[in-house]
Every structure is written in C-alpha cells, then in structure tokens.
C-alpha cells in the first residue's frame, strides 16, 4: 500500500509540475518592458521627426505632463512609470518594438492601457499625409502592427493592421482605457508595434501602459502532455512490474 501510495503522489506531482510548464509556456510575452518599470526605453526604440518639438517620456502615472504640465491618470493596474508624448510645439514621435511571433502559435493577443488627450478641443484630424507634423493640419494618435521592414513613420503599405487612429472623445485629462486585439491572423515572423502621434494644432499627449503580446505555443503544450503521459504510463508500468 505504501509503494502504491507513493507512486500515485509522484505522479500528482509530476502531473503538477508539467502543468505549471504547460501554464508559463501559455504566458509567454513577446514584448519587452511593456510595463516600463525599468524606468527608460529599454527593448523600445524612440523616433521623432527631424524638427519638431517634443518626444515620448517616461513618467510616473498620475503626475503633470513632463513639459507642459498636463495632469494625467493614475494607472488603474499601478507600478512607477509609463509612457507619455510631450511637446511645446508640432512634432511626430513614434515609439516601436519587434516582436516575433514563432511556429505553432495559437490565440496571439496584443493588450496594453492607454489613454490620449487631444487638447485642440476639436475631433481628431487625420491628414491623408499620415505621421507628418509638416502637414497642415494634422493631430491624431495611432497604433499599429508593421512589417518587420516598414520605416518609423509609415502610414501605408508597411502597415499590417490599424488599431487605433483618432484621439479620445470628450474633456481632458481621459483615463486609460484598456484594449486586446487578437492577432491571430498574422503569419508567424517578425513584425513591428507601434504607437505614434503627430501634432500641429495644440498640445497632444498620449499615454502607454502594460503592453504585452502573449503567443502559446501549441507545439511545446503537445509535447508536455506528452511527457506527461509517458511519464505516467512509466510508472504504471512499474507498479504492475512489482505486483507481479
């Protein structure tokens, strides 16, 4: 009864543990400091058009814009930073990632919290010029996923899916609003997440939180379970090899 006992514990545990492998492959996240806590750009890179005022900031959640001293929202999800867009004057600011999405993907999900202030006090303006602060007029955030080949500031060809185009509706400062997307329909390989805003009527900031792009893979779940399997008819196996 014993050795009984004790084989039918090991195979709760090791039941467990694979389980618990199966559940971390499931989170992994394919985007970097997507919550920003290390307190710069680090796995994200910044780009301005050449000429323009401003850029993207780190800063804590809840304080005065960086350079003009908006108020912002406090971020429902807590932690230190975030990322936010200011400026004094027009300008374009683009803030993106690579991300791969690998073989055997399944249920790819893009989230992040963001929220942006249009304070034109007007409905967005979306020049057909795109992310070109030099275009009169133009005000309006965006996010979008790219090829992995698409330059910083492109509105056409090398944009995958829009996700987001316009500002937030109503009086400033906005809470974060939380958005998913499922990306599921994109073929695995490398590709570009970008948040972007162009502004040349009035101040404009756009606010970026706890991003994060899970992707499971179903290959390595298949072969937990699989091992998991063989592991317990291994050990059914030698419970019936001592009975006999």
Same mark, same amino acid.
């Given at each position: 009864?014993?050795?009984?006992?004790?084989?039918?514990?090991?195979?709760?545990?090791?039941?467990?543990?694979?389980?618990?492998? #199966?559940?971390?492959?499931?989170?992994?996240?394919?985007?970097?400091?997507?919550?920003?806590?290390?307190?710069?750009?680090?796995?994200?890179?910044?780009?301005?058009?050449?000429?323009?005022?401003?850029?993207?900031?780190? =800063?804590?959640?809840?304080?005065?814009?960086?350079?003009?001293?908006? =108020?912002?929202?406090?971020?429902?999800?807590?932690?230190?930073?975030?990322?936010?867009?200011?400026?004094?004057?027009?300008?374009?600011?683009?803030?993106?990632?690579?991300?791969?999405?690998?073989?055997?993907?399944?249920?790819?999900?893009?989230? %992040?919290?963001?929220?942006?202030?249009?304070? %034109?006090?007007?409905?967005? #303006?979306?020049?057909?010029?795109?992310?070109?602060?030099?275009? %009169?007029?133009? $005000?309006?955030?965006?996010?979008? #996923?790219?090829?992995? =080949?698409?330059?910083?500031?492109?509105?056409?060809?090398?944009?995958? $899916?829009?996700?987001?185009?316009?500002?937030?509706?109503?009086?400033?400062?906005?809470?974060? #609003?939380?958005?998913?997307?499922?990306?599921?329909?994109?073929?695995?390989?490398?590709?570009?997440?970008?948040?972007? $805003?162009?502004?040349?009527?009035?101040?404009?900031?756009?606010?970026?939180?706890?991003?994060?792009?899970?992707?499971?893979?179903?290959?390595?779940?298949?072969?937990?379970?699989?091992?998991?399997?063989?592991?317990?008819?291994?050990?059914?196996?030698?419970?019936?090899?001592?009975?006999?």
């Amino acid at each position: 009864m014993t050795t009984k006992k004790h084989a039918f514990y090991g195979i709760l545990a090791l039941v467990s543990l694979l389980a618990l492998g #199966i559940t971390q492959s499931a989170k992994a996240n394919l985007i970097g400091n997507g919550n920003f806590e290390t307190g710069n750009f680090a796995d994200w890179t910044v780009v301005d058009q050449a000429g323009g005022s401003g850029s993207w900031f780190t =800063s804590n959640p809840g304080a005065n814009t960086p350079l003009s001293g908006f =108020s912002t929202a406090a971020n429902p999800s807590g932690g230190r930073f975030y990322a936010v867009t200011d400026q004094f004057g027009p300008g374009c600011h683009v803030l993106l990632q690579s991300f791969t999405i690998p073989n055997g993907a399944s249920n790819v999900v893009l989230s %992040f919290q963001m929220f942006v202030n249009n304070y %034109f006090g007007a409905p967005p #303006i979306v020049n057909p010029a795109g992310l070109d602060y030099t275009a %009169f007029p133009n $005000e309006h955030g965006r996010v979008d #996923i790219l090829t992995s =080949s698409a330059t910083p500031f492109d509105t056409g060809a090398g944009v995958v $899916e829009n996700l987001y185009l316009g500002s937030d509706a109503g009086p400033n400062p906005h809470g974060y #609003i939380t958005y998913a997307f499922n990306l599921s329909n994109l073929a695995p390989g490398t590709y570009q997440l970008r948040f972007a $805003e162009v502004d040349n009527q009035f101040f404009f900031n756009q606010g970026v939180d706890n991003v994060s792009i899970t992707a499971p893979d179903s290959g390595s779940t298949v072969v937990l379970l699989g091992a998991a399997m063989i592991a317990v008819g291994l050990l059914h196996w030698r419970i019936a090899a001592k009975r006999a």
